[in-house]
């Protein structure tokens, strides 16, 4: 049973994201971004509500049983053990190799990954993959919670030869040189499709051939219910060039691991061959389709209804 203190946090979270939607469709989203991310106060209470979920009330209701809502992390984590402590990767180079081999191309890039494993965690807040001695761990976020994360607008920064920083602050990010980016409830705070698409195309242009892009998107409803949209999804990053090798749905997310293909190519061969006439290359989540009711701009004399939540996880 969530607490009330659970609720309210939650409850501003999904606020702000809504308010940005909004905000997007009436002043533009390069606009309404903007303003957002000018808006120092809503983002350092934004943080502060997301590192007291989740180091204190979604830790805390995780069971063995149970742990569905913390494993964002830990799911992300053992993927990435597996795939690259545990060689995993070597089967699905193998695999694009058969492929480029069928569709003739040659795909002779070095995959060549880092130990430890190199991580840029976007929207990282408090930074959660500190504690894995496996990870070099770069975290970023709009605004740190802590100084272990460095300042950075991820949908605006600049990509290059190499990585700038300043004044705990992200000018320039080096392209092909992550072995993980990883995406933890982050597109959803995104307000709009396109630049959901902008982020996973930046994602793209850092991450090296081979490595991965780790999303995790909140969604309590059953597995069928935004399967169109997942499938969307899919559909839409193999077209930039990535090949959705793990998928979980979990109770209250769902969990995705894409492999930056040896080439282009190979990635969106898959799109061409198993497009559906639903398909189209967006990456909506349920909310873009609901936002229906009046604007609420952060009040905190809302009642809270169960309904409230279906953007971030809890336990009932």
Known sequence: MASEEHKQLAHFLKNVHLCLRKASTKEGAEEAWRQHCENKDVLKHYAQCMEKLATTHWTASTTREHSSVTSRITWAAEFCYDYFINKGYISHRQKDIEISEKINITCDVDECHSQPIKLIDVGSCYNPFQCYDFFDVTAIDLYPANNSVLQCDFLKVLTGHNTKISDMKVDQIQEKYFDVVTFCFLLEYIPTSELRIKACEKAYNIV??????????????????????????????????????????????????FRKA????????????????????????PQDFNDNTEETIYSQEIKIEVEDFMELPFHE
């Open 208 to 257: 090296k051939y081979g490595g991965l892009l780790i999303i995790n998107t909140p969604d309590s409803k059953h597995v069928g219910a935004n399967s169109k949209i997942m499938k969307c999804w899919q559909y839409t990053l193999a077209n930039i060039g990535f090949t959705r090798i793990k998928y979980e749905k979990f109770k209250h997310m769902h969990c995705m691991a």
């Open 262 to 285: 040896s080439c282009k190519d190979i990635a969106q061969r898959w799109a061409s061959l198993h497009r559906k006439p639903y398909m189209q290359y967006a990456l909506h989540i």
